[in-house]
């Protein structure tokens, strides 16, 4: 019966997910550390309001947003860890907070900052350990570790204490360790943070299996865009503790239209039609010749200029080409966004 | 009728995995000590010549003063080493309860947390160590103190199954004090400053009978911090036969108590949990 239900049910379902923390104001001046002790004052500093999603079994969803919007914040609410100031989570059904240890044993946590392997002990030991508090049988065990070894090369430092692993060793490790009860649902925050390319590509490879072929649910906050582009098709924007986007991962390029920044360099400087004294920052500028092209100046110099021009819907040829009947160009340089910048852009 | 039956048996089958996996994790963080013996072989002995040391003021004040309110050297260092005893035991088991301020202040918790298990059982083994330093001094004390007032028939050979009871009623109440001090982090995060006043100034007013103090500081000592529990009041009655019989009864009853109200203090605090960013 209940296992029947459960399946029908989604992976997670958050609604209305909100966190507030309170600390007390911190008083100035003489006595202050006395005096915050007895300081009825608090701040309340709301981390995140108002979240609510659902996500069904077998998607893979990227979570993203800029330092301190409240990622963490979110998945420890979802993983049980935090309590929510208010809202409700429900994983499969269960309630993370009222039935934690039920609901551990059906998910994985990958925290990418911190390990929860044993630090002095060889890798493989770890895995007994872990194996033996989720009640994982030696026969199991043994075939799951297996295939992630195959799959993430952990042979090569089964032996090493965790201590002296490379970052990149450590994350695999810790990845499958967070995989050997085999959770139905995989929290992973920031799995990609500080690796090399090598290793990266071999956890995105690891993860897409798991997704595609075990059908397992993922969740993972990244501020690695290709993490995004290549894993998930599914994307959340946290901003200011809010969400800000919920949808497909074109959706959201459709949505930025990721602007690129254009310098250029004028032999000696240039005349912007239309321009007002003064009014250097003006917003979208009608062009000459009839075509309007939707660029964006944001900053001038004297013989410098910078847009920003949408490449999904204008062509870098034609930018330069108007461009250049501004004024006798020396130099162009181009940027491509930083995903951050991108990103601040949307809730901003 | 069989559904209760099957209840218990599952109730009974999940106590006894936690021990066993209680001893594994007791069993990895020796072996992870293990990794630094020579931090391990320093610590051990530098712990005993702290305690012998701490052990030495005390022998000072006798040595000055013969008795302490009527109290005797031997009853005194019998105090002491009670308290050296149910100490040791708490911390060998829950040192980690006493350093949960590490946890919360670096979000450590985090990964207990995600574990289908209970946060005590995975968080107490984590630095399961022996305390020979603590042992060999309490041993000597309780052999010279005990030894004593059985030579002077003070006491009978009944007064060591007794002591046990005390000391390990006593560890029971010293580690509830210490979770529910320790549960304070959940609201303050540091808590080193309460724990010198609940558990190291509270367990070193102790180790001397609690007549020498103010009769509010008595009361207080008995109830709000009741380390007196620990080793002043089961003394009374096997040392100087003053209360009675119904002092074990009472013993085991207190420390059942301070534990469940310390445990459930526990689970409220752990839904308070910040943790940190990121």
Same mark, same amino acid.
């Given at each position: 019966?209940?296992?029947?239900?459960?399946?029908?049910?989604?992976?997670?379902?958050?609604?209305?997910?909100?966190?507030?923390?309170?600390?007390?104001?911190?008083?100035?001046?003489?006595?202050?550390?006395?005096?915050?002790?007895?300081?009825?004052?608090?701040?309340?500093?709301?981390?995140?309001?108002?979240?609510?999603?659902?996500?069904?079994?077998?998607?893979?969803?990227?979570?993203?947003?800029?330092?301190?919007?409240?990622?963490?914040?979110?998945?420890?609410?979802?993983?049980?860890?935090?309590?929510?100031?208010?809202?409700?989570?429900?994983?499969?059904?269960?309630?993370?907070?009222?039935?934690?240890?039920?609901?551990?044993?059906?998910?994985?946590?990958?925290?990418?900052?911190?390990?929860?392997?044993?630090?002095?002990?060889?890798?493989?030991?770890?895995?007994?350990?872990?194996?033996?508090?989720?009640?994982?049988?030696?026969?199991?065990?043994?075939?799951?570790?297996?295939?992630?070894?195959?799959?993430?090369?952990?042979?090569?430092?089964?032996?090493?204490?965790?201590?002296?692993?490379?970052?990149?060793?450590?994350?695999?490790?810790?990845?499958?360790?967070?995989?050997?009860?085999?959770?139905?649902?995989?929290?992973?925050?920031?799995?990609?943070?500080?690796?090399?390319?090598?290793?990266?590509?071999?956890?995105?490879?690891?993860?897409?299996?798991?997704?595609?072929?075990?059908?397992?649910?993922?969740?993972?906050?990244?501020?690695?865009?290709?993490?995004?582009?290549?894993?998930?098709?599914?994307?959340?924007?946290?901003?200011?503790?809010?969400?800000?986007?919920?949808?497909?991962?074109?959706?959201?390029?459709?949505?930025?239209?990721?602007?690129?920044?254009?310098?250029?360099?004028?032999?000696?400087?240039?005349?912007?039609?239309?321009?007002?004294?003064?009014?250097?920052?003006?917003?979208?500028?009608?062009?000459?010749?009839?075509?309007?092209?939707?660029?964006?100046?944001?900053?001038?110099?004297?013989?410098?200029?910078?847009?920003?021009?949408?490449?999904?819907?204008?062509?870098?040829?034609?930018?330069?080409?108007?461009?250049?009947?501004?004024?006798?160009?020396?130099?162009?340089?181009?940027?491509?966004?930083?995903?951050?910048?991108?990103?601040?852009?949307?809730?901003? | 009728?069989?559904?209760?039956?099957?209840?218990?048996?599952?109730?009974?089958?999940?106590?006894?995995?936690?021990?066993?996996?209680?001893?594994?994790?007791?069993?990895?963080?020796?072996?992870?000590?293990?990794?630094?013996?020579?931090?391990?072989?320093?610590?051990?002995?530098?712990?005993?010549?702290?305690?012998?040391?701490?052990?030495?003021?005390?022998?000072?004040?006798? +040595?000055?003063? /013969? &008795?302490? $309110?009527?109290?005797?050297?031997?009853?005194?260092?019998?105090? #002491? !080493? *009670?308290? %050296?005893?149910?100490?040791?035991?708490?911390?060998?088991?829950?040192?980690?309860?006493?350093?949960?301020?590490?946890?919360?202040?670096?979000?450590?918790?985090?990964?207990?947390?995600?574990?289908?298990?209970?946060?005590?059982?995975?968080?107490?083994?984590?630095?399961?160590?022996?305390?020979?330093?603590?042992?060999?001094?309490?041993?000597?004390?309780?052999?010279?103190?005990?030894? +004593?007032?059985? /030579? &002077?028939? $003070?006491?009978?050979?009944?007064?060591?199954?007794?002591?046990? #009871? !005390? *000391?390990? %009623?006593?560890?029971?109440?010293?580690?509830?004090?210490?979770?529910?001090?320790?549960?304070?982090?959940?609201?303050?995060?540091?808590?080193?400053?309460?724990?010198?006043?609940?558990?190291?100034?509270?367990?070193?007013?102790?180790?001397?009978?609690?007549?020498?103090?103010?009769?509010?500081?008595?009361?207080?000592?008995?109830?709000?911090?009741?380390?007196?529990?620990?080793?002043?009041?089961?003394?009374?009655?096997?040392?100087?036969?003053?209360?009675?019989?119904?002092?074990?009864?009472?013993?085991?009853?207190?420390?059942?108590?301070?534990?469940?109200?310390?445990?459930?203090?526990?689970?409220?605090?752990?839904?308070?949990?910040?943790?940190?960013?990121?």
């Amino acid at each position: 019966m209940n296992t029947v239900k459960r399946v029908q049910e989604p992976a997670i379902e958050a609604a209305g997910l909100g966190k507030s923390f309170k600390t007390p104001v911190v008083a100035q001046g003489r006595f202050a550390g006395v005096r915050s002790l007895f300081a009825r004052e608090y701040r309340v500093k709301e981390a995140v309001k108002g979240i609510g999603f659902t996500v069904e079994k077998g998607e893979f969803v990227g979570y993203i947003g800029p330092n301190g919007a409240g990622k963490s914040t979110t998945i420890k609410m979802l993983a049980g860890i935090l309590h929510p100031s208010e809202g409700q989570v429900k994983l499969a059904g269960i309630d993370p907070h009222a039935e934690r240890a039920r609901c551990a044993s059906g998910i994985g946590v990958v925290f990418g900052q911190r390990s929860q392997l044993w630090w002095d002990l060889p890798v493989k030991d770890s895995y007994d350990i872990l194996a033996r508090m989720y009640g994982v049988s030696d026969a199991d065990k043994d075939r799951r570790l297996d295939q992630f070894a195959k799959l993430l090369d952990l042979n090569e430092f089964w032996d090493t204490p965790v201590r002296k692993l490379s970052l990149g060793q450590r994350m695999r490790a810790d990845i499958a360790a967070a995989m050997l009860h085999d959770p139905e649902l995989l929290f992973l925050d920031e799995p990609t943070i500080g690796l090399d390319v090598n290793a990266k590509r071999n956890i995105r490879g690891f993860l897409k299996t798991l997704n595609e072929e075990f059908g397992k649910t993922i969740l993972l906050t990244t501020h690695d865009m290709d993490d995004i582009e290549q894993l998930c098709r599914r994307v959340m924007v946290i901003g200011g503790g809010r969400l800000t986007y919920d949808g497909t991962v074109e959706g959201l390029r459709r949505e930025i239209g990721l602007p690129t920044e254009i310098k250029v360099t004028y032999r000696d400087g240039c005349t912007v039609p239309g321009e007002r004294q003064g009014t250097a920052q003006s917003a979208a500028l009608g062009t000459v010749g009839g075509a309007s092209l939707p660029l964006r100046i944001v900053a001038r110099g004297k013989h410098t200029l910078t847009v920003e021009v949408n490449r999904q819907e204008t062509r870098t040829m034609d930018v330069l080409r108007e461009l250049g009947s501004w004024g006798e160009i020396d130099d162009v340089e181009m940027r491509e966004p930083e995903f951050e910048e991108v990103i601040r852009r949307i809730y901003g | 009728m069989t559904e209760i039956a099957n209840n218990r048996t599952s109730r009974l089958r999940a106590v006894r995995s936690y021990i066993k996996l209680y001893r594994l994790l007791i069993r990895t963080s020796i072996r992870s000590r293990m990794q630094y013996r020579f931090n391990f072989a320093l610590g051990s002995i530098l712990a005993a010549l702290i305690q012998l040391s701490e052990f030495l003021m005390v022998a000072i004040v006798l +040595a000055k003063f /013969g &008795s302490v $309110q009527g109290w005797s050297v031997h009853e005194v260092g019998y105090l #002491f !080493a *009670v308290m %050296t005893f149910s100490k040791t035991i708490y911390r060998t088991f829950g040192d980690e309860v006493h350093h949960l301020e590490r946890y919360l202040v670096e979000g450590e918790l985090d990964q207990l947390l995600t574990k289908p298990l209970p946060v005590l059982l995975t968080l107490m083994p984590r630095s399961f160590r022996v305390m020979f330093g603590e042992v060999i001094q309490g041993g000597a004390i309780m052999i010279w103190a005990l030894g +004593a007032m059985l /030579g &002077s028939g $003070q006491v009978t050979w009944w007064a060591i199954p007794q002591t046990v #009871f !005390a *000391v390990l %009623t006593g560890a029971v109440v010293l580690f509830a004090i210490g979770l529910a001090t320790a549960t304070c982090g959940f609201w303050t995060t540091r808590i080193s400053m309460l724990q010198n006043m609940t558990e190291d100034a509270a367990q070193t007013a102790a180790r001397y009978p609690l007549t020498l103090y103010p009769n509010w500081m008595g009361v207080l000592l008995l109830t709000a911090i009741p380390v007196g529990l620990v080793n002043y009041l089961p003394a009374l009655y096997i040392l100087r036969g003053e209360l009675g019989i119904w002092v074990f009864p009472l013993l085991a009853a207190a420390a059942c108590l301070v534990l469940l109200f310390a445990l459930r203090f526990w689970a409220f605090g752990i839904s308070r949990y910040q943790s940190t960013g990121s």
